[in-house]
């Protein structure tokens, strides 16, 4: 399974760090993706990383501002959001990828997803 933590509230312009820890399952070899949903919205894609972290996709939204890295044990993922808005207000969701170097944009692309973090960007 896969579990997020570090989500909460944050003042609009603040940074905030997600991480994504495996457990009985292997991140290790496989790509990872971040995805976010606010209420009544579809999920939508934030960032992916590949096996090796040599290749990463950052949604437009994202660019410049949100960074995903991997732990050096290798199960482990994070995602580092700079200069948040509140309009990015979501519960972020991280998912292993089914290839190793897919950085897909689809999540039905991801087969194995978190619970998910509630982020709450305030103004």
């Known amino acids: 399974q896969l579990v997020e933590s570090g989500g909460g509230m944050v003042q609009a312009g603040n940074s905030l760090r997600l991480s994504c820890a495996a457990s009985?399952?292997?991140?290790?070899?496989?790509?990872v993706g971040w995805f976010r949903q606010d209420t009544g919205k579809g999920r939508e894609f934030v960032a992916a990383?590949?096996?090796?972290?040599?290749?990463?996709n950052n949604a437009d939204s994202g660019k410049g501002r949100f960074t995903m890295s991997r732990g050096e044990a290798g199960n482990t993922v994070y995602l580092q959001m700079d200069s948040l808005k509140p309009e990015e207000t979501a519960v972020y969701y991280c998912?292993?990828?089914?290839?190793?170097?897919?950085?897909?944009?689809?999540?039905?692309?991801?087969?194995?997803w978190g619970q998910g973090s509630q982020v709450t960007g305030s103004s």
């Open positions: 998912a292993r990828g089914k290839y190793s170097s897919d950085l897909s944009t689809t999540y039905g692309n991801y087969d194995y």
């Open positions: 009985g399952i292997l991140l290790g070899g496989y790509a």
């Open positions: 990383i590949n096996w090796s972290s040599s290749n990463r």
